[in-house]
């Protein structure tokens, strides 16, 4: 598996990932396209990343860091999505610490929205714990697996 930072275009492959994600009723990835078209959120901020996983040289899988908007200090996994034939690979976890690492060691806490309860579980298993507050649903202030 190969990580690529997503800087100018999004990556190639992302359109069929897009569609994909819609079909399972996840919208996510219909704003990130919207997002970066308009400039809105393009991952420049300091210590953010839009970063690509590929496998083979097909993109497997997309996620980001932002800084978090409502919790001073921290920030936020954004629009993480692995793509059906590359599940149950070990590459959404892996991607995930690729987010959350460099995050951790600046000491900030990191903030995510689980969509739904296959994703709680997830990142429960990342060490993050449950936080309703603030428009997100969980936070890790460090790792614990």
């Known amino acids: 598996m190969q990580f690529d930072r997503v800087i100018d275009d999004l990556p190639d492959g992302f359109d069929e990932m897009r569609a994909e994600a819609a079909a399972e009723g996840f919208r996510h990835l219909e704003r ?11 991952f420049r901020g300091e210590g953010e990343v839009l970063l690509a996983a590929h496998v083979q040289g097909m993109l ?35 991607l995930a610490l690729a987010l959350i690492e460099p995050a951790l060691a600046r000491g900030a806490a990191i903030t995510v929205n689980a ?16 936080d309703l ?13």
């Open 115 to 130: 969509g739904n309860t296959d994703a709680a579980a997830f990142w429960l298993r990342l060490g993050f714990t449950p």
């Open 32 to 42: 990130v396209a919207l997002d970066w078209a308009s400039g809105a959120m393009r």
């Open 60 to 94: 497997a899988g997309i996620g980001g860091l932002t800084i978090e908007p409502v919790v001073p200090g921290a920030f936020r996994i954004r629009r993480l999505y692995v793509g059906q034939p590359f599940r149950r690979q070990g590459i959404g976890r892996t």
């Open 133 to 145: 507050r603030d428009g997100h649903t969980h936070i890790v202030r460090h790792l614990r697996m």
